[in-house]
T-cell receptor
Framework: KAGVTQTPRYLIKTRGQQVTLSCSPISGHRSVSWYQQTPGQGLQFLFEYFSETQRNKGNFPGRFSGRQFSNSRSEMNVSTLELGDSALYLC????????????????FGPGTRLTVL | GIQVEQSPPDLILQEGANSTLRCNFSDSVNNLQWFHQNPWGQLINLFYIPSGTKQNGRLSATTVATERYSLLYISSSQTTDSGVYFCAVRENGGATNKLIFGTGTLLAVQP
């Protein structure tokens, strides 16, 4: 079974531009989450989507947004890029069985490394 | 919110040595995962272990949920074990898969 895929793998943008990152979950997984990793802040939760609905959102400004499609693929968008948005963006998917158990195990993609100049 | 602390922050080992990494969390959880981040940034799943003990080759993990900690054991370490190890937890309650990560342990295994 193919793992979580993310595109593009690397991206260079300039301040003020916007960017869209894509994530394809493992087949059959319904939940997709996004995380930002920076040297200063570590791994921080951005948001989670389930059945095309945002189920939870982290403490990030409104410039960060996302969506999920009917096939569970997800995109995140960052508008008006700032230097501090330079980071590794990681996507994770899980089957999402709310009762708990291995169905909640999350699997991560390889990430998109965004550099803002 | 729940706090996750990992120790030690850094660890240098000689090849063949054993090590124990610790993860403490401040509240009850219903999901705990250990990851190894490779040099390219990908998080590799090591264990899904909200409670109990699991083993996979040279690695094993134990979570004592009632005492709010988890341990990752690496035996006979190899240079390929180098990298950052993260513990992440999901809080009890709520319909969300949000994981809260610790700050990681940076492991360097020297030949």
């Amino acid at each position: 079974k193919a793992g979580v895929t993310q595109t593009p793998r690397y991206l260079i943008k300039t301040r003020g531009q916007q960017v869209t990152l894509s994530c394809s979950p493992i087949s059959g997984h319904r939940s997709v989450s996004w995380y930002q990793q920076t040297p200063g802040q570590g791994l921080q939760f951005l948001f989670e989507y389930f059945s095309e609905t945002q189920r939870n959102k982290g403490n990030f400004p409104g410039r960060f947004s996302g969506r999920q499609f009917s096939n569970s693929r997800s995109e995140m968008n960052v508008s008006t890029l700032e230097l501090g948005d330079s980071a590794l963006y990681l996507c994770a998917s899980s089957l999402d069985l709310l009762a708990g158990g291995p169905g909640n195990e999350q699997f991560f993609g390889p990430g998109t490394r965004l550099t803002v100049l | 919110g729940i706090q996750v602390e990992q120790s030690p922050p850094d660890l240098i080992l000689q090849e063949g040595a054993n090590s124990t990494l610790r993860c403490n969390f401040s509240d009850s959880v219903n999901n705990l995962q250990w990851f190894h981040q490779n040099p390219w940034g990908q998080l590799i799943n090591l264990f899904y272990i909200p409670s109990g003990t699991k083993q996979n080759g040279r690695l094993s993990a134990t979570t004592v949920a009632t005492e709010r900690y988890s341990l990752l054991y690496i035996s006979s370490s190899q240079t390929t074990d180098s990298g950052v190890y993260f513990c992440a937890v999901r809080e009890n309650g709520g319909a969300t898969n949000k994981l809260i990560f610790g700050t990681g342990t940076l492991l360097a295994v020297q030949p």
